[in-house]
Structure formats: structure tokens, C-alpha cells
């Protein structure tokens, strides 16, 4: 047998520059990674793996522009290559090119039975269509493929205490108990749980920062799980005997619906992460109200809506300066910003603030966008601006910034407007505190109307708008009565208040009720309760009866 011949220069060099890539990679300095790519492209521009890896890091930069380049450049070297199809769908659609960003994803979908392309698929799909209908679709082509043979194959539960009022064993899982919008809403749920009631579990599976610590000394029991396979996990939560088991990621990053594909615990319910249905038999409930969910909203979910009074709490951050004073005063003209994640940015929605800039010649507009550095929000958003009919001498795009410093800007802006379809969620709750008002659409799926559901709550109407055309002439009303305008930003803060929103221990016991209610469906094999207006004691009197009888 001939032997291999030993490799060439080039071949050493490149393996060089990839082992010094990765190493860059692993202790997260993608700049010098990126050096280290370049290197292995200036000696071989058709090593498709670097182009792949080179694109990945502008990926998790948000530099779209320079992804773009990268993945197509792949896909000329390698035609079909499924993770450059993916991830450059994910870059056009970053970038407003969502007909472009569709039709990639679809075809990678047709040829690959990859779970992560099938969710981006359902995620793009479901951001340009607003049908219900066609969002429950997308999702349950996923859950078809990936969950639901999982959860068919799952095992029965070993016995347990079936006393429908016991203490309650509660898991939450999340990748977001750190500085994230989840940590907001869910503070105060875990300060507090009566201990009487439940016993808390965290499963932990995000990289922890400076909020974590703050936030694991409210648990009684923390398990930090990123190291666990989804089967071990499964395990570790059936070992533990968890009554109900919370999702609080939904198909974002991080998340474990894996682990609820298995059958983890005997109730298994979605919350907070993701509005949308997740597409998936194995979960049995979403938590959510009669204002982002009214009637009739269950035909557009796999999981039965189980609803509360209020769905979530809010818990703002700790430096939160109010302004009270409108920055117009002080500028000679007003200031409108768009505080959202820049993927909800579409170009019907530039369009639409065009409008408002075209019709009201001295108003300027700051778009904050998701990309970190000024370059990156440049290079991503400029184009879309002038193409929309924005005067660019008026709209200024800013790049994220840290809390403390996005938690002034009630000092900068006199209005923020909201976007559609997918709408604000904690930054319009942020915006509210800073004293900002928020201008929005309302909408008939929930991830479309949360800012709309939570201004009509709060008694701010004036703010909703049932159409584009509304939307216009709310911010151009409010911008021609300064007076109006600064009364209703002295309301804001106080509004969120004195809100059902920050009734903490209200919310927490409501959500107790809810899990008890839960659990006694399971024991009587029947969603029998699906909202807390329901008799608890009446309840759980039928439940001790009938439990009792099955057993005699």
C-alpha cells in the first residue's frame, strides 16, 4: 500500500491558522480569529470550512453585510451547503431582504432535515406572515419532525404522591437568569413563591454574568445545567420529581425543548420566552391573558392557553432616572426613536415612519439598532433608511448600548414608536418607566400586539392605533399638542405603578394557582381548569374526591 505523502507547506500552514483560529475563538476574541481565517483564505480562497466559520463570527457580531459575503462565497465554492444557506437567510433577513431571507430557508428546509433550519424557517416565516393560522403551520412542521417523535417514545412516570394540595414541585428552565428581559419578569415571581406552596427548582443553561448571584439566591435549589446532554437532563428532572416543569425560552437561544419533547415532568408549560406557539405536542400549556390571547385564540396553538388575570410582572431596572421634562424644549424640535430589536425593523415599517418624517419637516428620528459597534448599525441600516424615502439628514442610527446608558434616553427622545409586526415587549415597559410614551399598532396574534395589550392595560388608548394610517396621525397629533404630549409623559411612570403589573405578590400567588390548577387536570386526566377564575378550593375538594375514589 502507498504510503500517504506527508503534507505540503500549505497544508501545514493551514492547519496552523486553524488550530490558532479556534483557540482565538474558544477564549472569545473573534478579531484575531478572524486574522487567523484571512490567513487560511489568502492561501486557499476555496477552503470552504474558514469561509463558513469566517461568516459565523460576523454572524454573532451582527455584521450582516460582511456575513453576506462570506456565506455566498461559500455557497459558490459548495452549491447547497446547508449551514451557509441558513445562515445567510438569517443574514438577508437581518437586512430587510426577508422575500430573499424566505426563499433561502424554504429551500434549505426542502433538502435537509436539520431541526435549527426548519425553526429559522418557522421564525422568518411566521415574522413576515401574520396570519395565525399560517404561524401555527410553520411551527408544527417543526414539532412534527424534531419533538413529536420524541414525546411519543417517551416513558411513563415512576409513582408519586398524587394528593392534589401537597407542596408543588416547580422547574423552571432557562438560559436567561442573567441580564436579559426574562430576569425582569421573573425577579419578582421568584422573590416571591410561598414555600409553603412550592418548592423552586432553576435549571440553569445560560453563561451566568453580574445579575445571576442576585437572582440564584432566591432558589432553593440551582442546577446549572449547560454540561447535560437533553437526555441526562430529562433525567435529572424525572429524579427530582418535578410536578411542573416551565419553559422560559421558547426557540430562542439556549433553550431546552428537547428536554420537554421527552416528557421531563407530568405538566410541562411555556412562558415569557417566545409568543408564538412552539409547534410541539409535548407541551401542554402557555401562560397567558385575556388581553394578548382573547377567545378563540386557541385555535392557533399546540399548547391549551391557560390564562391569568395578568400574564407577567415587571420589575425595572435599578438605575432608571425619570424624565420628566420633553427633550423638544430644549432642541427646537421633536425627537422620535425606535428603541427595538433591529430585526423587527422591516422596510413597511421605515416606510411608515417616513411618513411621519415627511409630514412634520423638523422631526428627527434615532433608530437604535441590535449591531454593537457604530460601523456594524451604519453598514446594516443606511441603506434601508434612503431606500425608504427617510431624510437621512434626520435620522440618525445608533448602535446598542449598555442599560444604564439606554435607561436615559427619555432625556434624548420625546416619543418612541413602536414596530410591526412583532412588537416591543420589556423595552416598551422600559421606555414607560423612563417616561417615555410609546406609539402602536394593535394586532391580533399576541407577539404583534404585546406593546398595543399593555398600553390599552395601563389606560394609555390614546396611544393605539388600529392601523397604519392611525399610527401616523396619533404621532403627528402628539407631536402638534406639545401640551398633550407632556401630560401623557408625566403619566407613564405612574401608570406602570400602580399597574397589576407590579403587584408582585399578587401575581406570584396567581401563578401558584395556576400551576395547582394544572396539576389537578393531570390528575384528573382532563383540562377541566383553564384560567384562575376558577373555585381553587372547590377544586381541590372534586380532585381529593375523585382521586380518593380512583384509589379506593
Known amino acids: 500500500m502507498a504510503k500517504k505523502p506527508p503534507p505540503s507547506d500549505d497544508e501545514k500552514a493551514i492547519h496552523h491558522h486553524l488550530i490558532e483560529a479556534e483557540s482565538w475563538e474558544l477564549i472569545k476574541d473573534p478579531t484575531r480569529a478572524v486574522v487567523e481565517y484571512m490567513h487560511v483564505l489568502a492561501i486557499d480562497p476555496q477552503h470552504v470550512d474558514a469561509w463558513l466559520r469566517l461568516g459565523h463570527i460576523f454572524v ?24 451557509a444557506q441558513k445562515l445567510l437567510a438569517l443574514s438577508y433577513f437581518n437586512l430587510g431582504q426577508r422575500g430573499r431571507g424566505r426563499a433561502l430557508i424554504e429551500d434549505a428546509a426542502r433538502r435537509a432535515q436539520d431541526a435549527s433550519v426548519w425553526v429559522l424557517r418557522a421564525w422568518i416565516v411566521s415574522s413576515i406572515d401574520k396570519s395565525p393560522a399560517n404561524t401555527l403551520a410553520v411551527y408544527q412542521d417543526w414539532g412534527r419532525r424534531f419533538a413529536d417523535p420524541l414525546t411519543r417514545q417517551a416513558k411513563p412516570f415512576s409513582p408519586r404522591d398524587l394528593s392534589p394540595q401537597r407542596k408543588l414541585k416547580i422547574g423552571y428552565v432557562t438560559a436567561d437568569f442573567k441580564e436579559h428581559s426574562i430576569a425582569f419578569f421573573m425577579q419578582p415571581v421568584l422573590q416571591h413563591h ?104 386557541e385555535a392557533f396553538y399546540t399548547e391549551k392557553l391557560f390564562r391569568l388575570e395578568c400574564m407577567a410582572s415587571y420589575v425595572p431596572p435599578a438605575y432608571a432616572p425619570l424624565a420628566e421634562s420633553m427633550p423638544m424644549v430644549r432642541n427646537g424640535h421633536p425627537t422620535l426613536i425606535s428603541l427595538n430589536n433591529s430585526f423587527k425593523i422591516t422596510d413597511a415599517m421605515l416606510g411608515v415612519w417616513a411618513r411621519i418624517l415627511n409630514a412634520r419637516s423638523d422631526a428627527h428620528l434615532i433608530i437604535m439598532v441590535k449591531e454593537v459597534t457604530p460601523e456594524a448599525a451604519q453598514d446594516n441600516m443606511q441603506q434601508r433608511v434612503h431606500d425608504a424615502g427617510l431624510p437621512l439628514e434626520r435620522v440618525s442610527v445608533m448602535p446598542q448600548i449598555a442599560l444604564s446608558r439606554f435607561m436615559e434616553l427619555a432625556y434624548v427622545a420625546d416619543l418612541a414608536l413602536d414596530t410591526s ?87 406570584t400567588t396567581e401563578l401558584e394557582a395556576a400551576y395547582r390548577f394544572m396539576w389537578i387536570n393531570y390528575l384528573l386526566k382532563t383540562p377541566q381548569y383553564l384560567h384562575v377564575g376558577h373555585d381553587l378550593a372547590a377544586a381541590l375538594a372534586d380532585a381529593d374526591q375523585k382521586v380518593l375514589t380512583r384509589h379506593a
Open 60 to 83: 454573532l457580531g451582527l455584521e450582516w453585510q460582511k456575513a453576506i459575503q462570506a456565506f455566498e462565497a461559500a455557497l459558490q465554492i459548495q452549491p447547497g451547503q446547508v449551514t
Open 194 to 297: 410561598d414555600a409553603q406552596q412550592v418548592e423552586v427548582h432553576v435549571y440553569s443553561n445560560g453563561d451566568p454574568d453580574y445579575l445571576t448571584a442576585t437572582i440564584q439566591q432566591w432558589v432553593p435549589h440551582w442546577n446549572d445545567v449547560r454540561s447535560l446532554s437533553d437526555s441526562d437532563l430529562c433525567q435529572r428532572i424525572r429524579s427530582d420529581q418535578i410536578d411542573v416543569l416551565v419553559d422560559l425560552s421558547g426557540h430562542t437561544s439556549g433553550n431546552r425543548l428537547m428536554v420537554f419533547a421527552q416528557r421531563a415532568a407530568p405538566v410541562q408549560v411555556t412562558w415569557l420566552g417566545y409568543m408564538n406557539t412552539l409547534g410541539m405536542k409535548g407541551m401542554d400549556y402557555r401562560l397567558t391573558d385575556w388581553g394578548a390571547d382573547p377567545a378563540g385564540n
Open 421 to 507: 409586526p412583532v412588537s416591543g415587549g420589556t423595552t416598551t415597559m422600559h421606555a414607560l418607566w423612563m417616561g417615555l410614551p410609546v406609539v402602536a399598532l394593535d394586532a391580533e396574534r399576541a407577539i404583534d400586539s404585546s406593546s398595543a395589550r399593555t398600553l390599552l392595560g395601563l389606560g394609555l388608548a390614546e396611544c393605539v392605533a388600529a392601523d397604519e394610517d392611525a399610527y401616523v396621525l396619533t404621532v403627528l397629533d402628539l407631536l402638534e399638542n406639545p401640551e398633550r404630549l407632556d401630560q401623557l409623559r408625566a403619566r407613564t411612570r405612574p401608570a406602570l405603578q400602580s399597574s397589576v403589573l407590579m403587584d408582585y405578590r399578587a401575581r
